[in-house]
């Protein structure tokens, strides 16, 4: 079954409200729908979530006419095809002879977007051409998977009693644990706003802290051990992005609670040292926004051998078919109970999960089970 054509597709919706995190200013939610075509009529779709849109497309569009005639089941190998294309080859630097030139180096974060969204359809192509689900294809079951709803952002009024009022209303639509971001306000404000979620959503919800890398490490540890009476899951890339493993080895030391990290990571090879520090507990590793689902397969069998959850960074759609297929460590996805926050899958993806009783509940369409609504599609292409 070869390829004949890849397409991408860069999406966005202007959000309503500007948000932040701690970190940067979101005013849109936005993707890159993958198309890759291959015989006997099939079409895998892929997700990419990265920036800017039009550079990542471009990189989707150029990889497609490197791979296209390839074998479309063949993951592994078109993988690593693109992949060796980011480093030195013999006599690959003039980009003569059908060879193409070292990709630069300012690129890598998009064209490890662009390898991610591609690979990821491949898997879709898989999926359907078995005519199975993703998950079965990986040994899975078809299990609830347990998720969580994202809330907390800093619109410009924020306050320490709106972001409770969101967290309660997560609880209130069924979900139980919910995600906070934080480190916007100073540290002790911080505190009492942890403290004021903790007491609207009740004891028995999981919490988690999304810190959005605030934090260096003496102010870490202080607003650790200020919010520890609050039971809290875990403190999410609770470092500055400069931190590396050592630092997360002495916080870690220093706090009770868990530490989870790998949204911001684009490949294996830095993802294998945060885990074998052993300073983290929790591996949140996206797919779609670098190196796809056969990177986070490989690393998620990294984190099993060393006792570390799997709980994917956004896209139920498509990484609960990654947890289901890890009955040890697969512990739960991430969503968003809120449509205003990132409507843009609300809308292309029409039934892309089924939430009931702060589960996710996977069905047994082939590939991802995306359906695709493109009459959305082309009322947001970017």
Same mark, same amino acid.
């Given at each position: 079954?070869?390829?004949?054509?890849?397409?991408? +597709?860069?999406?966005?919706?202007?959000?309503?409200?500007?948000?932040?995190? @701690?970190?940067?200013?979101?005013?849109?939610?936005?993707?890159?729908?993958?198309?890759?075509? @291959?015989?006997? #009529?099939?079409?895998?779709?892929?997700?990419?979530?990265?920036?800017? $849109?039009?550079?990542?497309?471009?990189?989707?569009?150029?990889?497609?006419?490197?791979?296209?005639?390839?074998?479309?089941?063949?993951?592994?190998?078109?993988?690593?095809?693109?992949?060796?294309?980011?480093?030195?080859?013999?006599?690959?630097?003039?980009?003569?002879?059908?060879?193409?030139?070292? $990709?630069?180096?300012?690129?890598?974060?998009?064209?490890?977007?662009?390898?991610?969204?591609?690979?990821?359809?491949?898997?879709? !192509?898989?999926?359907?051409? @078995?005519?199975?689900?993703?998950?079965? $294809?990986?040994? #899975?079951?078809?299990?609830? &998977?347990?998720?969580?709803?994202?809330?907390?952002?800093?619109?410009?009024?924020?306050?320490?009693?709106?972001? /409770?009022?969101?967290?309660?209303?997560?609880?209130?639509?069924?979900?139980?644990?919910?995600?906070?971001?934080?480190?916007?306000?100073?540290?002790?404000?911080? &505190?009492?706003?942890?403290?004021?979620?903790?007491?609207?959503?009740?004891?028995? &919800?999981? !919490?988690?802290?999304?810190?959005?890398?605030?934090?260096?490490?003496?102010?870490?540890?202080?607003? %650790? +051990?200020?919010?520890?009476?609050?039971?809290?899951?875990?403190?999410?890339?609770?470092?500055?992005?400069?931190?590396?493993?050592?630092?997360?080895?002495?916080?870690?030391?220093?706090?009770?609670?868990?530490?989870? =990290?790998?949204?911001?990571?684009?490949?294996?090879?830095?993802?294998?040292?945060? &885990?074998?520090?052993?300073?983290?507990?929790?591996?949140?590793?996206?797919?779609?926004?670098? /190196?796809?689902?056969?990177?986070? !397969?490989?690393? @998620?069998?990294?984190?099993?051998? =060393?006792?570390?959850?799997?709980?994917? +960074?956004?896209?139920?759609?498509?990484?609960?078919?990654?947890?289901?297929?890890?009955?040890?460590?697969?512990?739960?996805?991430?969503?968003?109970?809120?449509?205003?926050?990132?409507?843009?899958? =609300?809308?292309?993806?029409?039934?892309?999960?089924?939430?009931?009783?702060?589960?996710?509940?996977?069905?047994?369409?082939?590939?991802?089970?995306?359906?695709?609504?493109?009459?959305?599609?082309?009322? =947001?292409? %970017?």
């Amino acid at each position: 079954m070869k390829i004949t054509a890849v397409r991408a +597709h860069p999406l966005s919706i202007r959000l309503e409200h500007e948000l932040w995190t @701690a970190q940067e200013a979101l005013k849109d939610s936005s993707l890159i729908l993958v198309e890759v075509e @291959a015989g006997e #009529g099939l079409t895998g779709y892929g997700i990419i979530h990265g920036s800017p $849109l039009k550079s990542i497309a471009e990189w989707v569009t150029r990889f497609g006419d490197i791979i296209r005639g390839d074998d479309a089941l063949a993951h592994e190998i078109i993988w690593n095809k693109l992949f060796s294309l980011t480093t030195p080859r013999p006599r690959a630097m003039f980009g003569t002879g059908g060879l193409v030139a070292p $990709l630069p180096r300012s690129a890598r974060p998009q064209v490890m977007a662009a390898i991610g969204g591609i690979d990821i359809a491949l898997w879709d !192509l898989k999926g359907k051409a @078995a005519r199975m689900p993703v998950y079965k $294809l990986l040994g #899975g079951e078809r299990r609830p &998977i347990f998720t969580y709803s994202t809330g907390g952002y800093y619109p410009r009024d924020a306050t320490i009693e709106s972001a /409770a009022r969101e967290m309660a209303g997560f609880v209130a639509k069924g979900y139980r644990a919910v995600k906070l971001k934080t480190g916007g306000f100073s540290v002790e404000d911080e &505190i009492e706003r942890v403290a004021a979620v903790r007491e609207a959503i009740g004891r028995d &919800i999981l !919490l988690m802290l999304d810190m959005n890398a605030a934090y260096g490490l003496n102010d870490c540890i202080r607003f %650790a +051990h200020g919010v520890e009476p609050y039971n809290i899951t875990w403190l999410e890339e609770p470092l500055h992005w400069y931190l590396q493993p050592n630092d997360y080895v002495q916080l870690a030391g220093a706090t009770r609670i868990p530490l989870s =990290h790998g949204e911001r990571e684009i490949h294996r090879f830095t993802v294998r040292d945060f &885990i074998e520090c052993g300073a983290i507990k929790y591996l949140q590793f996206d797919s779609t926004r670098a /190196a796809g689902f056969t990177e986070s !397969l490989r690393v @998620a069998q990294l984190a099993e051998q =060393h006792g570390v959850f799997v709980v994917p +960074h956004h896209s139920p759609e498509i990484h609960a078919h990654l947890v289901a297929a890890l009955p040890e460590v697969g512990y739960c996805v991430e969503s968003h109970a809120s449509d205003t926050r990132d409507p843009l899958p =609300h809308q292309i993806f029409p039934e892309r999960v089924i939430f009931r009783d702060g589960y996710i509940h996977l069905t047994d369409k082939p590939g991802f089970g995306l359906d695709i609504d493109w009459k959305s599609v082309e009322r =947001h292409r %970017a």
